[in-house]
């Protein structure tokens, strides 16, 4: 078994974690990005990978160089949504793995699953590949497809996504890496979305603001108050076919938790001339 150094932060990053410890790898270091403050206490939360980390008895380090100190001696480092670029000089003192949440070179950068269902993808994937200096240009190990559901929110998708990396992840390890190939193709990027890029806009088609809200921070404004949109479909004739419009199912007013649409409507009383946006 691999002597690992494991880089990774959010939630997703820690099934992957958790695997690699249960298949007997002998997990070295997690590095993770520090406690943030969070709620209204502001009180300190440890990061997801962090606190999967000290279950597992696994020392926890906050600055990437870590990895290098003695008595790690990582033979390989693994990078799960880490949120932050790896140095030159780690790089070349330590061979690292980086699974990325699509089928590249489509989508290098931030945020693959997001973009991927707003450009209306109809299928994604993810890739094992090696780091290098570039941001996700490293060659490639493995990769596996999968389609992108209809409906499927980002969220569902990258717990999809999760289990099928971490799965590529473990058996590549368990019958040797070997010697990856050159991407193909044209490259996109992913790029972060910006808080205005969840505002919605409602003179686009109607399946371009479903995928927005499929993202699950899509808001608009009612009355001059912001009104997230949680859950939206598009709707079908009696055959089962789309026809475009789309119909609002659930939502959370500003200030309250989430709510049927119905419900909504049905206190707030939205006059003829009233839309979204207002």
């Not at 249960?22 to 406690?35: E, K």
């Not at 100190?69 to 880490?82: I, K, N």
């Not at 000089?89 to 945020?111: E, I, K």
Request: hydrophobic share 40%; with cysteine.
């Amino acid at each position: 078994m691999t002597r690992i150094a494991f880089l990774g932060t959010p939630e997703a990053a820690v099934p992957t974690l958790r695997a690699l410890a249960a298949d007997g790898h002998d997990i070295a270091i997690a590095v993770t990005q520090p406690d943030k403050k969070r709620g209204r206490g502001s009180a300190l939360v440890p990061s997801p990978v962090k606190q999967a980390a000290e279950e597992l008895g696994i020392p926890v380090a906050y600055q990437v160089d870590a990895v290098l100190e003695d008595g790690v001696d990582a033979e390989l480092g693994v990078v799960v949504a880490f949120g932050k670029l790896i140095k030159p000089h780690v790089l070349d003192r330590l061979p690292m793995v980086n699974v990325h949440f699509s089928l590249l070179p489509r989508w290098r950068g931030a945020a693959p699953v997001e973009r991927a269902i707003l450009a209306g993808d109809a299928e994604t994937g993810v890739c094992i590949m090696a780091l290098d200096e570039g941001l996700d240009t490293g060659p490639v190990y493995t990769c596996e497809s999968t389609p992108i559901g209809a409906e499927e929110t980002a969220d569902d998708l990258r717990s999809r996504l999760v289990e099928i990396g971490t799965g590529l992840l473990v058996d590549r390890l368990r019958t040797g890496l070997g010697e990856p190939s050159e991407q193909q193709g044209e490259p996109t990027y992913a790029a972060k979305l910006e808080p205005e890029e969840f505002c919605i806009d409602w003179s686009k088609p109607a399946a371009e603001i479903h995928r927005l809200v499929r993202l699950g921070r899509a808001w608009t404004t009612f009355r001059g108050r912001r009104l997230r949109i949680l859950r939206a479909t598009l709707d079908l004739d009696a055959a089962g076919h789309r026809i475009g419009d789309l119909v609002v199912t659930e939502v959370q007013p500003e200030g309250k938790g989430p709510m049927a649409a119905n419900a909504w409507a049905n206190g707030a009383r939205p006059g003829p001339d009233e839309r979204f946006g207002d």
